[in-house]
């Protein structure tokens, strides 16, 4: 099974708000292309450019939505309101007709990094005395912030994402983050089923949902609080501008986070911001020809005896294959596999022509690196974390498996 052949049709909702029919089926690819946009007006441009402006004109009570740079910008407004639109599926109202000018049914924030939007949910929720769950094999900075919370007072555990170990951590916490699929080692957890065990505790649930992008799987759906990413990989997907988010259905929560990026002020930019939104228009081009690239190379890697470890959940002999497949929509662009050393690794990254000896992942040039350079990751020293691109499949594995074989002795 392909990922385009398990991916759903998208429904339509009678019911929403100020439609009188059904509004018509809109697949990914349409909602992209459409998410977050203005009403049309004469002579104007379908998505306006980017607002630069530290303050706003203001006079008398500052009642308006733009008062001072630091907490709105109409640039942010228009992203913020097309990654809500993608945060939930077409049922529950996620394409904003023309005309329609109320908030999208996913409030979300956008950060300077994805970072940013991290620390914003763990810090605005987390109080001394807390307890909070992390994922072992996450994200490289979580250590860093791990150390951060435990000086703040706040009680930090950690279990691995396979196996929904998570679920054994979860007795008088505050907060659960989920990473999934984790990064570097793809493993998968059930979203679902630990937001469930953790509600039922009255613990908030976050999820990183970075590797997935909104088009792989859709966090809020599944019973999460918070869908958290950094748009700095494959949501924008150029690998030239740093952005992060947070979006969340509920009031209260949103207006925490909004209060953390105030007093911190990690804002994006609105060339940042607009850049990431004139991207969303490609991202189901993108996404699904980069997981198709992603599974092909999966595919030839399988046949090497040199590569060991290979994960990639769309690989149905993956072992989070079964759990991905019921929660994901595709798979995503990232293959991690490993080498017998650090040096045939080194060499095999060396001898790569089409692909970036990078770090970072999502962008439509492939890239790879040994991930064990940077330390904090328990891999191999062998192990390589791949990210493809957009090329044409049969030259991406092509160029893979000539660089295997020059490197071979």
Not at 3 to 30: K, Q
Not at 56 to 75: A, I, M, Q, S, V
Not at 220 to 227: C, N, P, Q, V, Y
Request: negative net charge; glycine residues 10%; hydrophobic residues 40%.
């Amino acid at each position: 099974m392909t990922d385009a052949e398990h991916i759903p049709e998208p429904a339509t909702d009678p019911t929403r708000s100020g439609e009188a029919t059904p509004a018509p089926p809109t697949g990914d690819g349409t909602r992209a292309v459409r998410a977050g946009l203005p009403e049309p007006a004469k002579y104007e441009p379908t998505l306006p450019g980017p607002v630069f402006a530290a303050h706003f004109h203001l006079p008398g009570e500052p009642t308006g939505p733009y008062t001072y740079g630091r907490d709105e910008n109409p640039t942010w407004t228009h992203l913020e309101r097309a990654i809500g639109e993608l945060e939930l599926p077409a049922e529950a109202g996620g394409l904003q007709g023309a005309g329609e000018t109320g908030p999208a049914p996913v409030e979300t924030l956008v950060f300077a990094s994805g970072m940013a939007a991290i620390s914003a949910v763990l810090f605005s929720q987390l109080r001394a005395g807390d307890a909070v769950v992390l994922p072992d094999d996450g994200y490289q900075a979580l250590p860093l912030v791990r150390e951060q919370l435990t000086a703040y007072g706040i009680e930090v555990r950690t279990a691995p994402t396979g196996g929904d170990a998570q679920l054994d951590a979860l007795d008088g916490a505050r907060l659960l983050w989920i990473e999934t699929p984790s990064n570097p080692g793809l493993d998968v957890c059930d979203v679902r089923r630990l937001a469930d065990a953790a509600h039922a505790r009255g613990a908030l649930v976050a999820v990183d949902n970075t590797l997935a992008t909104p088009l792989g799987q859709r966090p809020l759906e599944l019973g999460a609080d918070f869908s958290v990413a950094s748009g700095t990989k494959q949501l924008t997907g150029h690998g030239d501008l740093l952005l992060g988010y947070v979006a969340c259905r509920d009031a209260g929560l949103t207006a925490a986070v909004r209060r953390w990026r105030k007093i911190v002020g990690a804002v994006p930019g609105p060339m940042e911001a607009w850049l990431a939104h004139r991207s969303l228009a490609t991202l189901q081009l993108r996404v699904d020809r980069q997981n198709a690239n992603a599974l092909a190379l999966a595919e030839a890697l399988r046949e090497r005896p040199e590569v060991t470890g290979l994960r990639y959940p769309g690989l149905p002999d993956d072992p989070s294959y079964k759990v991905a497949r019921r929660q994901m929509r595709r798979f995503g662009c990232v293959v991690s596999f490993e080498l017998p050393s650090r040096a045939r690794a080194e060499r095999f990254l060396a001898a790569l022509r089409l692909v970036d000896d990078a770090t970072s992942f999502g962008g439509v040039r492939s890239t790879a690196e040994r991930r064990g350079r940077w330390g904090g990751d328990a891999v191999a020293e062998g192990f390589i974390r791949f990210s493809a691109g957009a090329e044409d499949a049969e030259d991406l594995v092509a160029d893979v498996l000539r660089a295997l074989d020059e490197t071979a002795h």
